[in-house]
């Protein structure tokens, strides 16, 4: 019954994954821009553009790494994704469900490991494998045309290590710099500063 009363949501857990959702939906919104910026800064390796694909993903790590509780990390992925769209993209209303598979990938990185350990080797883990299931995505919606081994596989893995390092590290160290601020002291991140 423990176990049971720890995963449930709090109102102040919802809270908070809100507004780190809507804060990265706003992001997100930004970073869009920035992705049709530098499309020709890439212009001699395309998938090299992908090394900025970790931002879209670090709600799902960070949610999770806050929350702790089964469904942060899609929630926060999700939400971020429609505040996005809501917003306005140049991929319109694709991006919620594919915030829904970015979410899933952080999500099962915590479920595997029961939702018990958030330090940084998970964060790392969550990182990729929402980096994984973003390039998965990829890889069958948007890159379908493109030439298997020149684009979609070098994107993809492009895409695990930029999520695995601003995703992942980021979210780690942002989880551990908010705690440090005392900011989620109402949460386990907040009371383990110095296990973070």
Known sequence: MKGSTNNRWRTV???IASVIAVAFGVVFWAWNYVWSATEAAFAFFPPGQAILYGIWLMPA???GLIIRKPGA?????????IVSALLGTQWSGTVIPQGLVQGLGAELAFAVLLYRSYRLPVALFAGALTGL????????????????????????????????????LGGWALTRALAQTGVLDRFPAGRERAAI
């Open 61 to 63: 790590v960070l949610g």
């Open 13 to 15: 857990d919802v809270v």
């Open 73 to 81: 990390a899609l929630y926060t992925e999700a939400v971020a994704a």
């Open 133 to 168: 299931s973003a390039a998965l995505f990829d890889f069958f919606v948007w890159n379908g045309a493109y030439e298997l081994w020149s684009y979609r596989i070098p994107y993809g893995l492009v895409t695990i290590v930029s999520a695995t390092l601003v995703a992942g």
